[in-house]
T-cell receptor, first 111, second 112 residues
């Protein structure tokens, strides 16, 4: 079983929809939680970062962490075709430890 | 442009060959990484260097040898390439105590 589980999708939604992307994890030592977006043939780029439990909002994006359930989410409001990409969750225990990625969820936002 | 740049972008080579991938960052970061992304998009860390010192070395075959001549460069040399080495290799950099990694665009390696 992988340390971080993520549904690979693909997830197809119409433009304007609210998208919910999720990851579960098994390592209770994880404290730092990130979401990366990866366009086709490009490297991942950091979207959101959260430390410990709670919510964080940035424009149309909201990241949620529930450490008690070992569950993190990324919500995208008013989704746009330009949001079509693979979304990877990532997490680590401390600043000195490795970043562990989920397998990524492929999102397609259609017109 | 401030970035993490990798060369080459594409590499097609025969089994048994030796090849190198180069990575350079001009972001002033002190930590650099090599990640391997397989066909299912799973990103797995291979190596991490902080100030030219190896700090993470996952269970990677010893055919893979990283080298960091300075903080801004991290190269990856692969000996005796195998079919299973076909993947996209990403270089990344960060500041040691910061959460944000900056990734390069990847090197797509195909072993035939």
């Amino acid at each position: 079983q992988k340390e971080v589980e993520q549904d690979p999708g693909p997830l197809s939604v119409p433009e304007g929809a609210i998208v919910s992307l999720n990851c579960t994890y098994s390592n209770s030592a994880f404290q730092y939680f990130m979401w990366y977006r990866q366009y086709s043939r490009k490297g991942p780029e950091l979207l959101m970062y959260t430390y410990s439990s709670g919510n964080k909002e940035d424009g149309r994006f909201t990241a949620q962490v529930d450490k008690s359930s070992k569950y993190i989410s990324l919500f995208i409001r008013d989704s746009q075709p330009s949001d079509s990409a693979t979304y990877l969750c990532a997490m680590r225990a401390g600043t000195a430890s490795k970043l562990t990625f989920g397998t990524g969820t492929r999102l397609q936002v259609t017109l | 442009d401030t970035a993490v740049s990798q060369t080459p972008k594409y590499l097609v080579t025969q089994m048994g060959n030796d090849k190198s991938i180069k990575c350079e960052q001009n972001l002033g970061h002190d930590t650099m990484y090599w990640y391997k992304q397989d066909s299912k998009k799973f990103l797995k860390i291979m190596f991490s260097y902080n100030n030219k010192e190896l700090i993470i070395n996952e269970t990677v075959p010893n055919r893979f040898s990283p080298k960091s001549p300075d903080k801004a460069h991290l190269n990856l040399h692969i000996n005796s390439l195998e079919l299973g080495d076909s993947a996209v290799y990403f270089c990344a950099s960060s500041q040691w105590d910061r959460e944000s990694y900056t990734f390069g665009s990847g090197t797509r390696l195909t072993v035939v």
